[in-house]
């Protein structure tokens, strides 16, 4: 393994400080025009040629030897089959992270809601789920039976009533857990096929592939630009970065803690970013010892290494008042803070995809089992962007019911805003339900 180097550190008094922070932040989908092109040119031919062009990509990319559809489907009884065939501590795992999911995102559910005004008109909104939703689950090595229980188990509590999961399988490689995932959470359909190709054929449909409305989940950059590209004709979840961690701590945590802890996202790739502030110089000593003593122990270490360099910091900051507008700041995907008196400090937080309260519950936690969503807003986004949820699955119509005196008092309104924007069959509409108030007392 490559040596480690020293991992940058920043000091918020620094008059450079803000540019060298920016500068940290800083990433860039590598989604360039040849990639781009790409896409465009399989999800052309997915539209055009369906299910022959979905079987001929993926002989192509994944290695598998699939002569027809029906070889790349898996139904119901196959993910069974997984349920038998993972040990048994790893169904109960399994099912114990999906009824704790399952329960916190119960409490996501937003119901339909009226009034009624007083001349009688009824407004309200009508809460109602999607028809279909469909999950990307990255396939091979890189596979996330977390990631399955995470997109799936909302789709359902939402009410959702088909979820159809796409999971590429390279040179025929099924992870058993990512089905068991699958069987557990509800999912209905299973297609072995996975990247650009993948999500053409969930936007638009093939003969065998059902139309979606929604698509949700992780992937590669072709995934992710494909996501782009079908976003309007499908909704979608996000357009993801790298992953992120921010610990703000007080100094009196454990070193080896919190150095693990950044570990545990720079682990997921070499563009993963871990950052540490803290008021205390001598910790942030202490956190730099113990990353340089715990690195060799871990097995992914030089994507541990690249990432650590590469995008993590130790930030020093004045007092644990700047350590939160430093937060604020930068918005991360997973904030921990761990601190004495977390919940002190919860109210002046406004930007964080997750907050991990106190010293003992690490993020790791939340990947899997505590039980809110671990999909989250990265890069920034989090100041605008909220985690996966029920309400991602849902959608809201305007209920508006006038009664006779209602839609007269209203049009009035409407008539004077129709025609100042010149719109006269707006105002012609509106004024057509006016009655005078003789007419209103007979």
């Known amino acids: ?51 022959a062009a979905l079987v001929e990509f993926t002989q192509r990319f994944d290695g598998v030897e699939a002569k027809v559809i029906d070889d790349l489907i898996l ?60 999950l990307y689950v990255p396939g091979g090595k890189a596979s996330y039976p977390s ?5 799936a188990i909302p789709a359902k509590v939402a009410g959702v009533s088909e979820v159809v999961m796409v999971v590429p399988t390279p040179r025929g490689e099924v992870n058993e857990l990512v089905l068991a995932a699958a069987c557990i ?35 590669n950059i072709y995934v992710a630009t494909a996501k782009r590209h079908v976003f309007g004709q499908v909704g979608i979840d996000m357009i993801a970065g790298p992953s992120e961690i921010l610990v703000v701590c007080d100094g009196q945590t454990d070193p080896d803690w919190i150095a693990m ?16 502030v803290s008021p205390d110089a001598e910790f942030l000593d202490r956190v730099a010892a113990s990353i340089a003593k715990l690195l060799p122990t871990m097995e992914r270490a030089e994507i541990i290494n690249t990432s650590i360099n590469g995008r993590g910091a130790l930030i020093q900051v004045r007092d644990m008042q700047q350590a939160i507008e430093v937060a604020n700041r930068i918005a991360p995907e997973h904030l921990e803070l761990s601190v004495a008196d977390p919940q002190a400090w919860l109210g002046q937080i406004r930007h964080a995809g997750a907050i991990f309260m106190g010293r003992h519950t690490s993020e790791a936690l939340g990947d899997y089992c505590a039980g809110p969503n671990h999909v989250l807003p990265t890069s920034g986004t989090a100041r605008f962007s909220s985690p996966l949820g029920v ?44 009655v005078d108030d003789q007419d209103q007392g007979q």
């Open 1 to 51: 393994m490559t040596a480690p180097t020293a991992i940058r550190r920043l000091n918020a008094a620094d008059a450079d400080f803000a540019r060298h922070l920016d500068h940290l932040l800083s990433w860039e989908s590598v989604s360039d025009d040849a990639v781009n092109q790409r896409v465009l040119d399989i999800i052309k031919a997915v539209r055009e040629r369906g299910d």
């Open 261 to 276: 802890d950044l570990f545990s996202q720079a682990e997921h790739d070499e563009d993963a970013q871990a950052i540490l």
């Open 185 to 219: 959470a509800g999912v209905d359909r299973v297609f072995t096929v996975g990247g650009a190709q993948a999500v053409a054929a969930l936007a638009y449909g093939t003969e065998s592939v059902p139309q979606v409305d929604k698509i949700v989940g992780p992937g």
């Open 147 to 151: 990631s399955v229980l995470m997109n």
């Open 391 to 434: 309400y991602d699955f849902q959608k809201r119509s305007s209920i508006i019911f006038c009664s006779e005196q209602g839609a007269s008092e209203l049009g009035r309104t409407a008539s004077v805003l129709a025609r100042g924007e010149s719109l006269t069959a707006h105002a012609r509409s509106a004024e057509y339900r006016i």
């Open 75 to 134: 139904d119901r009884a196959r993910l069974e089959l997984a349920l038998t065939r993972i040990t048994p501590v790893q169904r109960e795992a399994l099912e114990k992270a999906a009824n704790r999911v399952r329960v916190y995102h119960e409490r996501q559910k937003q119901d339909s809601w009226q009034y009624t005004e007083a001349d009688g008109t009824v407004l309200g909104q009508k809460v109602t789920p999607l028809d279909r939703a469909g």
